[in-house]
Protein backbone atom coordinates (compact mmCIF):
# COMPACT_ATOMS: atom_id res chain seq x y z
CA UNK A 1 0.00 0.00 0.00
CA UNK A 2 1.81 3.20 -1.50
CA UNK A 3 1.00 5.79 1.34
CA UNK A 4 2.81 8.59 -0.30
CA UNK A 5 1.87 8.71 -4.08
CA UNK A 6 3.50 10.90 -6.70
CA UNK A 7 1.31 10.63 -10.29
CA UNK A 8 3.04 11.75 -12.61
CA UNK A 9 5.29 10.12 -13.48
CA UNK A 10 7.40 12.77 -15.31
CA UNK A 11 6.87 16.50 -16.44
CA UNK A 12 8.56 18.42 -19.14
CA UNK A 13 8.70 22.66 -18.71
CA UNK A 14 10.21 25.68 -20.09
CA UNK A 15 13.47 27.05 -18.79
CA UNK A 16 12.65 29.80 -17.03
CA UNK A 17 8.79 28.38 -16.49
CA UNK A 18 7.49 27.48 -12.61
CA UNK A 19 7.48 23.68 -12.14
CA UNK A 20 5.61 22.08 -10.58
CA UNK A 21 5.34 18.65 -8.65
CA UNK A 22 2.67 17.23 -6.55
CA UNK A 23 2.36 14.69 -4.36
CA UNK A 24 -0.44 12.71 -1.91
CA UNK A 25 -0.75 11.29 0.99
CA UNK A 26 -2.91 9.00 3.11
CA UNK A 27 -1.70 8.83 6.29
CA UNK A 28 -2.83 11.35 8.42
CA UNK A 29 -0.41 10.71 11.22
CA UNK A 30 2.39 12.06 9.02
CA UNK A 31 3.81 15.22 10.19
CA UNK A 32 7.29 15.56 8.47
CA UNK A 33 8.31 16.04 4.81
CA UNK A 34 10.57 15.88 2.24
CA UNK A 35 11.89 16.29 -0.82
CA UNK A 36 14.94 15.05 -2.56
CA UNK A 37 16.17 14.82 -5.86
CA UNK A 38 18.06 12.05 -7.90
CA UNK A 39 20.22 12.57 -10.59
CA UNK A 40 21.33 9.15 -12.49
CA UNK A 41 23.93 7.07 -11.26
CA UNK A 42 23.72 9.24 -8.13
CA UNK A 43 21.80 8.54 -4.80
CA UNK A 44 19.44 10.96 -3.80
CA UNK A 45 19.77 14.76 -2.47
CA UNK A 46 17.53 16.39 0.27
CA UNK A 47 16.27 18.90 -1.47
CA UNK A 48 13.68 21.11 1.34
CA UNK A 49 11.35 19.87 3.82
CA UNK A 50 8.27 20.72 5.96
CA UNK A 51 6.86 20.35 8.82
CA UNK A 52 2.94 19.67 9.45
CA UNK A 53 2.59 22.96 11.72
CA UNK A 54 3.52 24.68 8.78
CA UNK A 55 1.72 25.65 5.13
CA UNK A 56 4.89 26.76 3.14
CA UNK A 57 8.29 26.57 3.47
CA UNK A 58 10.62 28.91 0.69
CA UNK A 59 14.48 28.04 0.15
CA UNK A 60 15.59 30.17 -2.60
CA UNK A 61 13.97 28.87 -5.84
CA UNK A 62 11.99 26.42 -4.06
CA UNK A 63 9.04 26.23 -1.96
CA UNK A 64 7.18 23.57 -0.50
CA UNK A 65 3.48 24.23 0.37
CA UNK A 66 1.29 21.71 2.42
CA UNK A 67 -2.64 21.49 2.32
CA UNK A 68 -3.17 18.80 5.55
CA UNK A 69 -6.80 18.73 5.38
CA UNK A 70 -6.27 17.30 1.44
CA UNK A 71 -3.46 15.49 2.51
CA UNK A 72 -1.31 17.11 -0.40
CA UNK A 73 2.17 19.05 -0.60
CA UNK A 74 3.51 20.60 -3.90
CA UNK A 75 7.19 21.37 -4.92
CA UNK A 76 7.02 24.46 -6.55
CA UNK A 77 10.59 25.53 -8.58
CA UNK A 78 10.76 28.77 -9.78
CA UNK A 79 12.35 29.59 -12.69
CA UNK A 80 13.26 26.41 -13.72
CA UNK A 81 16.94 25.78 -14.70
CA UNK A 82 18.40 22.86 -17.28
CA UNK A 83 20.47 21.62 -14.35
CA UNK A 84 17.03 20.77 -11.94
CA UNK A 85 16.10 17.97 -14.35
CA UNK A 86 16.26 15.19 -11.89
CA UNK A 87 13.82 12.39 -10.42
CA UNK A 88 12.32 14.14 -7.50
CA UNK A 89 10.90 12.31 -4.47
CA UNK A 90 8.42 13.64 -1.68
CA UNK A 91 9.29 11.52 1.22
CA UNK A 92 7.43 11.10 5.27
CA UNK A 93 8.97 9.79 8.01
CA UNK A 94 6.35 6.56 9.46
CA UNK A 95 6.89 8.03 13.12
CA UNK A 96 8.32 11.36 14.68
CA UNK A 97 11.68 11.49 14.80
CA UNK A 98 12.79 8.07 12.85
CA UNK A 99 14.07 7.90 9.57
CA UNK A 100 11.94 5.17 8.22
CA UNK A 101 11.16 7.38 5.10
CA UNK A 102 7.80 6.42 2.97
CA UNK A 103 8.77 7.68 -0.37
CA UNK A 104 6.99 8.68 -3.72
CA UNK A 105 7.87 6.69 -6.72
CA UNK A 106 9.04 10.15 -7.93
CA UNK A 107 8.62 12.56 -11.17
CA UNK A 108 10.95 12.90 -13.40
CA UNK A 109 11.33 16.78 -14.29
CA UNK A 110 13.06 18.02 -17.65
CA UNK A 111 13.49 21.62 -18.08
CA UNK A 112 14.03 22.54 -21.84
CA UNK A 113 16.55 25.35 -22.66
CA UNK B 1 33.73 15.49 4.87
CA UNK B 2 33.43 12.51 3.01
CA UNK B 3 30.11 11.23 2.15
CA UNK B 4 28.35 7.79 2.31
CA UNK B 5 30.60 5.33 1.18
CA UNK B 6 28.74 2.10 -0.19
CA UNK B 7 30.57 -0.89 -1.55
CA UNK B 8 30.73 -2.72 -3.96
CA UNK B 9 28.93 -0.39 -6.15
CA UNK B 10 27.99 -2.84 -9.13
CA UNK B 11 27.67 -6.54 -9.01
CA UNK B 12 26.02 -10.03 -10.17
CA UNK B 13 24.90 -13.12 -8.45
CA UNK B 14 22.45 -15.81 -9.39
CA UNK B 15 19.10 -17.35 -7.67
CA UNK B 16 19.86 -19.12 -4.40
CA UNK B 17 23.05 -17.05 -3.63
CA UNK B 18 23.46 -14.47 -0.51
CA UNK B 19 25.24 -11.32 -0.81
CA UNK B 20 26.16 -8.77 1.44
CA UNK B 21 26.41 -5.19 1.22
CA UNK B 22 28.49 -2.60 3.21
CA UNK B 23 28.39 0.89 3.99
CA UNK B 24 30.30 3.56 5.49
CA UNK B 25 28.41 6.70 6.99
CA UNK B 26 29.80 10.57 7.33
CA UNK B 27 31.77 10.58 10.51
CA UNK B 28 29.87 11.29 13.72
CA UNK B 29 26.14 9.72 11.94
CA UNK B 30 24.96 7.46 14.24
CA UNK B 31 22.01 6.14 12.13
CA UNK B 32 22.67 4.11 9.34
CA UNK B 33 19.09 3.22 7.31
CA UNK B 34 18.66 0.84 3.85
CA UNK B 35 16.27 1.45 0.83
CA UNK B 36 15.40 -1.11 -2.08
CA UNK B 37 14.98 0.93 -4.88
CA UNK B 38 13.31 -0.45 -7.93
CA UNK B 39 11.56 0.50 -10.97
CA UNK B 40 7.80 -0.33 -9.85
CA UNK B 41 8.24 0.37 -6.29
CA UNK B 42 10.33 3.38 -6.02
CA UNK B 43 12.62 3.39 -2.68
CA UNK B 44 11.28 1.51 -0.10
CA UNK B 45 12.53 1.54 3.57
CA UNK B 46 14.23 -1.63 4.89
CA UNK B 47 15.60 -1.22 8.00
CA UNK B 48 17.52 1.24 10.17
CA UNK B 49 20.68 0.74 12.66
CA UNK B 50 21.29 3.49 15.48
CA UNK B 51 24.31 2.84 17.50
CA UNK B 52 23.75 -1.23 16.96
CA UNK B 53 20.35 -1.42 17.71
CA UNK B 54 17.73 -1.69 14.88
CA UNK B 55 15.55 1.34 15.21
CA UNK B 56 13.07 0.20 12.63
CA UNK B 57 11.94 -2.61 9.99
CA UNK B 58 10.47 -2.10 7.23
CA UNK B 59 7.75 -4.73 5.12
CA UNK B 60 10.66 -6.97 3.82
CA UNK B 61 11.12 -11.09 4.32
CA UNK B 62 13.71 -12.41 6.87
CA UNK B 63 15.81 -13.20 4.15
CA UNK B 64 17.19 -9.59 4.07
CA UNK B 65 18.94 -8.69 7.48
CA UNK B 66 21.44 -6.03 8.76
CA UNK B 67 23.56 -5.20 11.22
CA UNK B 68 25.70 -2.20 12.33
CA UNK B 69 29.52 -1.93 14.04
CA UNK B 70 30.23 0.08 17.04
CA UNK B 71 32.05 2.47 14.54
CA UNK B 72 28.24 3.04 13.12
CA UNK B 73 29.85 0.95 9.70
CA UNK B 74 26.62 -1.32 8.47
CA UNK B 75 26.40 -4.13 6.34
CA UNK B 76 23.36 -5.66 4.64
CA UNK B 77 23.05 -9.31 3.98
CA UNK B 78 20.29 -10.91 1.59
CA UNK B 79 20.36 -14.37 1.72
CA UNK B 80 18.55 -17.21 -1.13
CA UNK B 81 18.26 -14.29 -3.76
CA UNK B 82 15.37 -14.01 -6.31
CA UNK B 83 15.41 -12.81 -8.90
CA UNK B 84 12.99 -10.20 -8.02
CA UNK B 85 15.71 -8.92 -5.66
CA UNK B 86 17.06 -7.20 -8.37
CA UNK B 87 17.67 -3.46 -7.57
CA UNK B 88 19.65 -0.56 -6.59
CA UNK B 89 20.56 -0.49 -2.81
CA UNK B 90 21.26 2.90 -0.97
CA UNK B 91 22.16 3.67 2.51
CA UNK B 92 21.49 6.78 4.42
CA UNK B 93 22.93 8.33 6.89
CA UNK B 94 22.20 11.15 9.52
CA UNK B 95 23.24 12.41 13.07
CA UNK B 96 20.21 10.97 14.60
CA UNK B 97 16.87 11.75 12.33
CA UNK B 98 15.52 13.20 9.55
CA UNK B 99 13.93 15.61 11.79
CA UNK B 100 17.39 16.61 13.18
CA UNK B 101 19.07 16.79 10.05
CA UNK B 102 19.03 15.46 6.72
CA UNK B 103 19.40 11.75 5.37
CA UNK B 104 22.67 11.54 3.52
CA UNK B 105 22.29 8.91 0.61
CA UNK B 106 25.30 7.04 -0.85
CA UNK B 107 25.16 6.13 -4.54
CA UNK B 108 24.02 2.78 -4.23
CA UNK B 109 25.18 -0.89 -4.64
CA UNK B 110 23.55 -1.96 -7.62
CA UNK B 111 22.66 -5.90 -7.58
CA UNK B 112 21.87 -7.97 -10.30
CA UNK B 113 20.46 -11.69 -10.00
CA UNK B 114 20.01 -14.14 -13.02
Known amino acids: DQQVKQNSPSLSVQEGRISILNCDYT??????FLWYKKYPAEGPTFLIS?????DKNEDGRFTVFLNKSAKHLSLHIVPSQPGDSAVYFC????????????FGTGTRLTVIP | KAGVTQTPRYLIKTRGQQVTLSCSPI?????VSWYQQTPGQGLQFLFE???????NKGNFPGRFSGRQFSNSRSEMNVSTLELGDSALYLC?????????????FGEGSRLTVL
Open chain 2, 92 to 104: ASSLVSVNTGELF
Open chain 1, 27 to 32: NSMFDY
Open chain 1, 50 to 54: ISSIK
Open chain 1, 91 to 102: AAPGQTGANNLF
Open chain 2, 27 to 31: SGHRS
Open chain 2, 49 to 55: YFSETQR
